[in-house]
């Protein structure tokens, strides 16, 4: 791992592929991230959850089954970061059933402001995320504010 004074904010996010439909189709945007220089991936780990609640680490390679390897260039990808404990917190939260990708990246974008930040003596304090349901909630209620 790089050195952690020069780092971006690292996120993860876990994506579930209900009943197991997986088609790849957002891998070549995620390449596309990295061979950018926008997020570099710290940890790509797959996870299945049978019906009856079972789960499972997966190692996909063919995911549009036209036989390439689809996940070459991720291949090997682990820094550790996602332990068994995260795998069973991840499968918590799927369908029974499903398939679920946990992405651990950082976002390189960001790594020169927030190592000039703590060079400042800036710390981060809170961080999170908000969902696209609740921006849309919002412009909404927004709207409907402003039509009366």
Known sequence: MRDLDTMGPVDYLVVEFPEGRLTGEGFPLLVDLVDRGIIRILDLVFVGKRADGTVEGLELTDLDQDGTLDLLMFEGVSTGLVDADDLAEAADVLSPGSI??????????????????????????????????ALLAAVERIDAEASR
């Open 100 to 133: 679920a990708a946990i992405l651990v990246y950082e976002n390189r974008w960001a790594a020169p402001l927030a190592s000039a930040l703590r060079r400042g003596g800036g710390q981060l304090v809170a961080g999170g995320r908000i969902p696209v349901q």
